[in-house]
């Protein structure tokens, strides 16, 4: 064939437009089946403990999960006060949000405040038997009478008459919390600070579970709407909590997921035309890629029922793998030559490449995470079915096509670097100094933070740690557990610790406490409070007897003979007596159930003793367990088994090989690139100051696929001159698209997709120059 430009009929390379047509089908119904999902959660391991499996639930549908905190700041507090009521008011008893709280609710008016201090009796740690008797009352009326001469007059008249001994008061305090806000203008503001410019602030609870992508979508979306309708002027809005790093992780993925399909296609169709100069050559390509792409959602949609982002991701840069066993296929062609007598010049080394990439996966496919053997599937149903489709399906377009690679402008001056095999003793210096390098620093850095793969940035944790300060909403570290068969076995066994904690409180150990059993006592606690209380007649007389000379009316107290008289008749109260959205929102996030029973979660405040404070626990009969610590172990079992499954994969590569190969000599030489390209990818990793996490040991394995796929066709002996030439410019092909589309992963914001597309990449193009050096043959050889 002469010229430099593959022209093809319309008839020869139709059949290859309906091959693509019909794979590209395939494709379009398997994505319209696809249940694609974004959200974190269905990336974790499932646990290897009850309190793993607690922190997950939690993290998923919890009340925590739930909470959307929002700051305003950047404007004059005045105006600040002015946004912050626009939009509660424009958000408040909206579809999105159970409730919306930018001001004083449970210690002054609201619906929290009528439901507490109706029940207060039966809630508040101030009622005893001591507390009716007339010397007590006699002295609570004479503070109300104070209260009422005072500043605080309102206060006293709505809440005082009807409760003297003020038992509403220690009720409110310990529903609030440890809430540090300041009102201005009537609404919620952060603690004042020299150096923080003044920030409005708001608590929405939304009715969409914190991992619902889309429900937090709505939520979110809602509250920038009303912020905008607000007239914010120079006005910030600062949005925090689970849910909206839920949310912004999940528009992230989806972003990352469009960017790197959109550049893995031009990238790839780029590089074949460049290549192959034809569009049917093009179209051939991509039909085993096309293939393999839906053979991936297919297999992923059929084991787990769903698709998540970073598996599709991850899938669609697989264009730039999978599209290389056509271009060996098409590359290593010569014009007019019948297939059989093609895959029998690659034919070996095509399938041991198959099967090694294969093998290369199982660390993904068994490493225990959920979004990693996603990823593992995707990849080896892609690669598997784009390998089929190019032996069995591909020949035959090929030929009806008579499709063969341009031919190389003067093989003998692209063999010229077949020269540089005679120093390949060097090329085991950069694999030697990376060795030695890093075993001098003791191996790589292991991380095994799970927050080393949020994907949320440093400034948004900080503005949600100032805003969860300000709100007084824990932020759970180390936290007590205490377990149940039921709700109300939780709360008697919390009952019987709360001694403890107070005494770690008295001595300094713990700033404080929150329990559930602070705030709804045990029904068995409630009954002891109701019977302290006397009877009408009884409280009638002491209550007349206390006020004589006091100078109130007569009937002064009838609210407070008319509560306790209801309170005497009352059934106790249950968590699903709760009724107000707020305060049951609250419950629920330390009285949590999995199925199989109840927790208890009691957590601490501004801890200065952890040691005493899981003593106490233990001594409790309760457990302390560290949340981050629980979340750090889940991350160290996987990343061991990961480790693990590495060296399962390539103990089994290495079994292939030797039974491929037949010949020892040639398979050290392969294994020898493949490590020497491992172990500088790791030295160049560390050498940056990376951190390596689970997802990077994984990738590794990958690189070991690609790098099995290179040696082995540098590998084929007793080749021609042009045979040698198409061998090298076909694999700088592969490993251009190769290498191209992992950097691509490199540039996204999701870790996950970030930290694989790095590893690969590098360790694609060491795989290729050692493969090169290394198992290629010298001019002697050749």
């Known amino acids: ?371 990693l053997a996603q990823i593992g599937l995707f990849a080896a149903a892609g690669l598997a079915a784009a390998a089929v489709g190019t032996r069995f399906l591909l020949p035959s377009l090929i030929v009806a096509a008579d499709l063969a690679p341009v031919p190389l402008p003067g093989p003998a001056r692209l063999l010229r670097v077949e020269r540089l095999r005679a120093w390949r003793a060097w090329a085991l210096l950069p694999a030697g100094a990376a060795a030695l390098f890093l075993a001098v620093l003791g191996g790589p850095r292991i991380e095994h933070d799970l927050v080393a793969l949020s994907p949320v940035p440093a400034a948004a944790l900080a503005d949600d740690a100032a805003l969860r300060a300000a709100i007084g909403a824990p932020d759970a570290g180390l936290v007590g557990v205490v377990r149940g068969a039921t709700e109300q076995a939780v709360l008697e066994r919390e009952e019987a610790l709360l001694p403890a904690l107070d005494r770690l409180r008295a001595e300094g150990a713990i700033g404080g406490a929150e329990a559930a059993a602070r705030l709804l006592p045990s029904i068995a606690v409630q009954r002891a409070r109701r019977a302290a209380l006397p009877d009408d007649a009884e409280l009638a007389a002491r209550v007349e007897a206390a006020s004589e000379g006091l100078g109130f009316r007569a009937d002064a107290f009838a609210p407070f003979l008319r509560d306790v008289a209801a309170v005497r008749t009352a059934p106790p109260l249950t968590p699903e007596d709760v009724s107000p959205p707020l305060l049951r929102a609250r419950l629920a996030a330390l009285l949590p159930h999995d199925g199989a029973g109840w927790f208890g979660l009691i957590l601490p405040a501004d801890v200065r003793d952890p040691a005493r404070f899981a003593a106490a626990m233990r001594d409790g009969g309760a457990e302390a367990l560290d949340m981050g610590g629980e979340a750090n172990a889940l991350v160290a079992h996987v990343t061991e088994s990961a480790w693990r499954w590495l060296g399962i994969g390539a103990a089994a590569a290495l079994a292939a090989l030797l039974i491929g190969l037949r010949d020892a000599r040639m398979t050290a030489r392969v294994t020898a690139a493949v490590a020497g390209a491992v172990v500088v990818t790791l030295a160049l990793l560390t050498f940056a100051g990376v951190r390596l996490t689970l997802l990077h040991i994984v990738a590794l394995q990958f690189v070991c696929g690609i790098g099995l796929d290179y040696a082995l066709f540098f590998a084929r002996r007793r080749l021609d001159a042009e045979e040698r030439a198409r061998t090298l410019m076909t694999l700088f092909l592969c490993n251009a698209m190769t290498v191209g589309s992992f950097a691509m992963l490199a540039l996204c914001r999701t870790p996950i997709l970030r930290q694989i597309g790095a590893t690969v990449a590098v360790g694609a193009l060491a795989a290729l120059v050692l493969s090169f050096l290394l198992t290629g043959a010298a001019e002697s050889e050749a």
């Open 1 to 371: 064939m002469s010229g430099r430009v593959l022209r093809v009929a319309l008839p020869g390379g139709l059949p290859i437009g309906l091959a693509l047509a019909g794979v590209l089908l395939a494709a379009a119904l398997a994505f319209a089946r696809a249940d694609i999902r974004t959200d974190m959660l269905s990336l974790l391991p499932t646990g290897e403990s009850a309190a793993a499996r607690l922190m997950l639930a939690e993290a998923g549908g919890g009340p925590a999960a739930r909470m959307i905190l929002a700051g305003i700041d950047g404007a004059p507090p005045a105006r600040l006060a002015a946004i912050s009521a626009a939009m509660g008011a424009a958000l408040r008893g909206t579809g999105p949000f159970e409730d919306v709280r930018n001001g004083p609710g449970a210690e002054t008016g609201g619906p929290e405040a009528a439901f507490l201090f109706g029940h207060r009796y039966l809630l508040s740690p101030a009622v005893d038997a001591d507390a009716f008797a007339e010397p007590a009352l006699r002295a609570a009326m004479r503070n109300v009478l104070r209260a009422l001469r005072s500043s605080a007059a309102p206060l006293a008249s709505q809440f005082g008459l009807a409760d003297p001994q003020g038992a509403f008061l220690p009720v409110a305090g310990a529903w609030i919390g440890a809430n540090q806000m300041r009102l201005r203008g009537g609404v919620w503001f952060a603690p004042d600070a020299a150096d923080e410019p003044p920030r409005a602030v708001m608590l929405l609870m939304t009715r969409a579970g914190g991992m619902d992508v889309a429900g937090q979508d709505a939520s979110v979306a809602a509250i920038r709407a009303a912020f905008a309708a607000a007239e914010p002027g120079s006005a910030r809005l600062v949005l925090g909590g689970p849910a909206v790093f839920a949310q912004e992780a999940a528009q992230s993925i989806r972003s990352d997921a469009l960017l790197v399909s959109i550049g893995s296609v031009v990238l790839v169709v780029a590089l074949l035309l460049w290549r192959f100069r034809s569009p049917w050559a093009i179209a051939a390509a991509l039909v085993p890629v096309a293939l393999g792409v839906a053979a991936g959602l297919a297999a992923v949609q059929a084991v787990f029922g769903f698709v998540h982002g970073v598996a599709l991701g991850f899938g669609m840069t697989m264009l730039g793998v999978t599209a290389d066993y056509p271009v060996l296929l098409i590359g290593h062609r010569k014009q007019g030559e019948a297939p059989p007598a093609t895959l029998r010049r690659i034919g070996r080394a095509f399938a041991l490449a198959v099967a090694a990439a294969l093998l290369g996966l199982t660390g993904m496919l068994f490493s225990g995470l959920a979004g």
